[in-house]
């Protein structure tokens, strides 16, 4: 049945990534290549935008529309939009696999692709060629979280297809501090040491430690803000199958000196690990 190439934690960075290219472009693009010579046609997405509360949230419809959900912005960015087609037998099982684990989970038609979803994918796949499947955040535990993207999986596993999962996100989201158009080597430092310590820890592998990164480092957390409270990471770890698991950072950089950018492989087959691995060269 269906198959899981990729699961990745990646950011997709401010509105105005749209005209204003940094590092991560890179490997938007490189990773769109390499998921679309692997036969992917199916990308599961969590965004810290997409908040549905108590339940959990997959959206259901078959066209999936663009949301502009940025506000005070030039005009140029409001004329980028990105739509795309659902999976909705993938759709129906994660709500059926969802609930089965006993999560509150329901299917939705309100919602659609926000900037936290349809920003990477406007690089990755230009051609809109790629069924997309959108899922929310709540305002749970991080175990919840892990819990419904191991129900992903298990979805994953009883339909047809080839799939990516992704939660995107800045582990560094200080909207306060931002300096738009600052591109120097200046840096929010808790937030830098926040970003040391989350890499690190996601590097050694074990989920339980990924999980409680609040807990064990709380005035780096407060300091940082990570955005959704890294709850699309968490998603997204959930769906790594343990044997699979990479955990390994491939990009990190900061813009406007209080948002940090990061693309990191939490898990993929060994036939596919290198050729993610180097997206970041």
Request: glycine share 10%; net charge negative; with cysteine.
């Amino acid at each position: 049945m269906g198959k899981i190439v990729l699961t990745a934690y990646i950011s997709h960075g401010a509105p105005t990534s749209l005209v204003e290219r940094t590092r991560i472009h890179n490997v938007y693009e490189k990773l769109g290549a390499a998921l679309t010579e692997l036969r992917v046609d199916t990308v599961v997405i969590s965004s810290p935008h997409y908040l549905s509360q108590v339940n959990f949230e997959v959206e259901s419809r078959e066209d999936i529309p663009c949301i502009q959900d940025y506000y005070g912005f030039p005009d140029a960015l409001y004329r980028f939009s990105y739509e795309a087609k659902n999976n909705g037998n993938a759709a129906s099982e994660i709500t059926r696999q969802s609930k089965e684990a006993g999560l509150n989970i329901s299917g939705s038609q309100s919602w659609g692709l926000d900037h936290g979803a349809w920003l990477p994918l406007y690089f990755m796949f230009p051609k809109k060629d790629m069924k997309v499947v959108p899922v929310s955040i709540i305002t749970g535990t991080a175990g919840e979280h892990f819990r419904f993207g191991q129900a992903v999986r298990r979805a994953i596993g009883r339909v047809e297809g080839t799939f990516a999962v992704i939660g995107t996100g800045s582990p560094v989201h200080r909207l306060d501090l931002i300096r738009y158009g600052y591109h120097g080597e200046d840096r929010f430092e808790p937030g830098e040491k926040f970003d040391e310590k989350l890499i690190e820890t996601i590097a050694a592998g074990e989920p339980d430690r990924i999980l409680n990164i609040q807990r064990d480092f709380p005035s780096l957390f407060h300091a940082a803000r990570p955005e959704g409270n890294l709850s699309p990471l968490f998603t997204a770890l959930g769906a790594s199958d343990p044997a699979e698991f990479v955990g390994k950072t491939i990009l990190h950089e900061f813009i406007y000196y209080g948002v940090s950018l990061v693309a990191t492989i939490l898990g993929a087959p060994r036939s596919a690990r290198e050729t993610f691995l180097s997206l970041g060269n």
